[in-house]
């Protein structure tokens, strides 16, 4: 093998040197190359120096090969192994990796390659059938073959097909096709004949042939379905039908054999009649054991009978009949809907019939038989309902309802009913209605639940080994639908067609030899969903401070949908959003913690176990004061009035002394003054000071000889004054109040004679000069001394009177420190005075220094200078001439 690679290399070698063109040369070029296999291909370098094997790579499609894939033959060839995959063309190009000027600068001449055409090797064709097809009222002579074929082809290398056809003769028909269907005319149907039958598949990778059939032409033939199928049926025969047919082809030209299939008409799985039945050659066949009363669809189809490999024809066109009818087998299902009646003592009873299972015919009429003992007699009441004016239909079987029958509650009545077509009379049924109160037990743990579509119930039996069946009653709305299980049936599955969404109330009785026991009952849904709509809610009444009341009514059954589980109550102001969940059996709720005098938005949530549902929102706000809270306040103030009236009235009756002495001050009286009897030669009747006005007056004895000491210390102030001193009137200030009234400062105490009007209070001092020889009465050895007293009074001061305050004030400080002086004779400057009026005097000595600085008090001739403030009450007072000193 070496040697003849060497030997294909010079070869190539030479055969490049001659052509003097390409430095590169590649091999082999195949035309076409297997997908799936390796290839091998050996580049060459010729004619050049320039570059060896190691300079040298491979690129497929723009990609590089990895040099693992490479095999270096010498230092002038290398070759590379791969795997084809992919369908397309593509190149293989050998090229330099080297840069060297020449190789640059004749790149192309350092390029050489290979196109891969691709394409799948040929597989031997399988299953090869092949049919001749009638053609009128004989067999076709053209053949028609398919077959499959498990390998591939590509676009590039295509696969043909051959279908050969050899009779016995040899002669052989064939034709080519790139399907894997073929046709062969072979002129006249070689009947009787046996042939040969094979195809053979090429293309440019190779060829393959299949199994070569052996075959008579007989088994080839397919010819038409049976002609004018009809049916037919007979009244004396309510379970059978007849059926004929006409053959597709003459006999004599094929001998033919057949096959039947029937089914109830809407039925998807067909019955076959059994084969050896129509084996032989028939035109003609009658079905048995069919339904009375039920539509039937029948086919027939045919095949040649002389070879048992042949073609069945197609099925023939649908062939209906109804079979007659038959008396109805079975008994009609009897039922009873009990109810209040509007008598007491007599119930409402509703029956209704249901057709028997095995009607045989359509129900014309129901006849009823009603039986009970009156007065110790049996009683029989025959009716006759017919259908079409009372029959409601139902899942899948006519229900019957009659009107309803009072029936008393101490009764007993048994009711039997038979169905009657047009055949016949059918069994009768029987239903006891027993007395009120004296029903048999009721099943015990009854069970409903969905499953696969389905309403299972389950229940145990009761305590009784009289039960005889079991009923199960199922009610949507206002529709009734029953079924009846046998006694030893515990568990079951409603037969009805029932909806989803929607609620039943399914009950179980047990019957005793007929009669009906009380029922068990529960509500149960085939699918639960998300209820329809959801309550809508409102309030109770008003809303309060913090809590409202609120009602809805419960969704309609019709559209809860599935078991109300809950109710969820939101209730929102502003941005906050709260919940209250209730049970679903609720219908009103109290939120409570809300805030006054706020606005709410509240819906309700009616959930099941599917799903939730919102209803509509409704709007309220809340009272700014609770209910009675504004009538609490009023009565609570009320009360605290009351209370502080009270206690200021109890205050005013204890306290009624302090109040009067503060509210209204004993004021003296003017009626009683002795000041109209004082005289300076009489000495005045000692009189007992008066309690009312002791208080009110103080009196001063002045001393002369004091004034020294004051004059001394007040030398430099007392200039400063005297002119105000000496000329003005004065007010004093000296001695306590009189009769419950502070002592205060006239508005003349203030150097701002522009305020007077302003600070003058209510209660004004009065200030006047009394003279008296003694204090009480008692007769002093020397002249009476002035006393100055001082009251106060409610009445305005007089004109004379305003600035007397202050320069009396001064004046008393002077005249402590003065002695008295014994006048003798009446002060003519009081001459004016009325006998009766109370007057104060103040004498004060004059302010006149001697040349030794001693006080003119010293001096006990020197007369005494009073000042005189004579007080009327009532009346007005001396002129201020009168009393200047």
Not at 1 to 11: F, I, N
Not at 427 to 440: F, I
Not at 767 to 787: E, W
Request: proline share 6%.
């Amino acid at each position: 093998m070496d040697s003849v690679r060497k030997l294909l290399l010079v070869a190539l070698m030479l055969a490049a040197r001659a052509d003097g063109l390409n430095h590169l040369v590649t091999f082999p070029q195949p035309p076409v190359v297997e997908l799936g296999s390796n290839f091998t291909a050996t580049c060459v370098v010729i004619n050049t120096t320039e570059v060896t094997a190691d300079d040298l790579y491979w690129n497929l499609s723009g990609t590089t090969l990895p040099r693992e894939l490479y095999s270096k033959i010498n230092s002038t060839a290398l070759s590379v192994t791969f795997t084809i995959t992919s369908e397309r063309q593509e190149w293989l190009l050998c090229q330099c990796g080297k840069t060297s000027p020449d190789v640059v600068l004749n790149q192309g001449r350092f390029m050489h390659g290979i196109m891969l055409v691709k394409g799948y090797a040929v597989e031997k064709p399988e299953n090869v059938t092949c049919v001749a097809l009638q053609e009128e009222t004989f067999i076709s002579g053209t053949f028609s073959c398919e077959w499959n074929d498990s390998g591939h082809q590509t676009k590039d290398i295509p696969t043909t097909y051959t279908l050969y056809v050899k009779d016995l003769m040899g002669k052989t028909n064939h034709s080519a096709t790139r399907d894997k269907r073929a046709q062969v005319f072979l002129g006249t149907f070689p009947d009787h004949t046996n042939l040969e039958i094979w195809v053979e598949a090429h293309n440019k990778l190779g060829r393959a042939e299949s199994e070569h059939l052996f075959e008579n032409a007989g088994k080839f033939i397919k010819t038409n379905p049976p002609d004018n199928v009809t049916v037919m049926s007979e009244t004396t025969f309510p379970t059978s039908l007849l059926l004929t047919w006409t053959p597709p082809i003459n006999k004599n030209y094929v001998r033919l054999r057949y096959r039947i299939r029937f089914c109830p008409e809407g039925a998807h799985t067909w019955s076959d009649v059994p084969q050896v039945d129509t084996s032989h050659e028939i035109n003609s066949f009658r079905l048995q054991n069919l339904q009375p009363d039920t539509v039937y669809v029948s086919q027939v189809s045919c095949k040649n009978s002389q070879q048992g490999h042949g073609y069945w024809s197609e099925w023939s066109s649908n062939a209906t009949k109804r079979t007659a009818e038959d008396v109805p087998k079975g008994k009609p299902g009897l039922w009873r809907i009990i109810s209040e009646g509007e008598n007491t003592g007599k119930r409402r009873v509703q029956f209704m019939f249901k057709e028997p299972v095995l009607s045989n015919g359509r129900i014309l009429m129901y006849d009823m038989k009603i039986c009970c003992r009156v007065n110790g007699s049996t009683q029989v009441e025959s009716l006759s309902f017919n259908t079409s004016e009372t029959a409601s239909k139902s899942s899948h079987r006519e229900i019957t309802v009659l009107n309803e029958v009072l029936i008393p509650d101490a009764e007993t009545i048994r009711v039997s009913v038979s169905a009657v077509n047009s055949a016949g009379r059918s069994a009768e049924a029987s239903l006891v209605v027993p007395e009120r109160g004296r029903e048999p037990p009721p099943v015990e743990e009854l069970r409903v639940w969905p499953h696969e579509d389905k309403l299972m119930v389950e229940w145990r039996p009761p305590n009784s080994s009289k039960v005889s069946e079991f009923v199960v009653e199922w009610v949507r709305g206002g529709e009734t639908d029953w079924q009846r299980e046998s006694k030893s049936t515990t568990r079951t599955h409603i037969t009805g067609k029932l909806q989803r969404l929607v609620c039943y109330t399914v009950s179980v009785y047990g019957v005793y030899s007929g009669r009906i026991g009380r029922a068990a009952s529960v509500e149960a849904f085939l699918e639960q969903g998300a209820p329809s709509e959801a309550p809508s809610v409102s309030l109770v009444g008003v809303p309060g401070r913090n809590e409202a009341n609120l009602v809805w009514t419960e969704v309609l059954p019709e559209r809860r949908q599935g078991f109300i589980t809950n109710y969820t109550v939101y209730y929102r102001t502003g941005t906050e959003v709260k919940a209250v969940t209730v049970p679903g059996n609720s219908s009103s709720c109290t939120l409570t913690s809300l805030l006054p005098d706020s606005t709410y938005d509240i819906w309700i949530k009616a959930s099941t176990v599917a799903g939730s549902t919102s209803g509509f929102i409704h709007s309220f706000t809340t009272q700014k004061y609770a209910p009675g809270e504004i009538e609490g306040i009023v009565v609570a103030v009320s009360l605290g009035f009351l209370f502080v009236f009270l206690m200021t009235v109890l205050l005013c009756f204890y306290k009624k002394d302090v109040i009067k002495e503060n509210f209204w001050p004993q004021i003296p009286d003017p009626g009683e003054s002795t000041i109209g009897t004082w005289s300076p030669d009489y000495p005045l009747k000692a009189e007992p000071p008066r309690e009312s006005c002791l208080s009110g007056v103080s009196v001063l004895d002045v001393d002369r000889c004091e004034g020294r000491s004051l004059f001394e210390e007040e030398k430099e102030g007392l200039p400063l004054k005297k002119d105000k001193f000496l000329s003005e009137e004065h007010s004093s200030g000296i001695g306590g109040s009189s009769c419950m009234s502070s002592p205060r400062q006239s508005v003349s105490d203030s150097d701002e004679g522009g305020d007077m009007a302003d600070t003058t209070a209510s209660t004004v001092q009065y200030s006047s000069v009394v003279a008296s020889n003694g204090y009480k009465g008692q007769t002093p050895t020397q002249p009476p001394p002035t006393l100055f007293s001082r009251s106060e009074s409610t009445q305005p001061l007089l004109d004379s009177e305003e600035n007397l305050d202050t320069t009396l004030q001064e004046g008393s400080r002077l005249s402590q420190r003065c002695s008295q002086s014994a006048g003798g004779d009446q002060d003519p400057r009081l001459q004016g005075v009325k006998q009766g009026e109370e007057l104060h005097t103040l004498d004060f000595c004059p302010l006149q220094e001697d040349s030794e600085n001693n006080s003119p008090c010293d001096d006990q001739s020197a007369a005494p200078t009073s000042s005189y403030m004579p007080q009327l009450v009532g009346e007005s007072t001396v002129s201020e001439s009168q009393l200047r000193v």
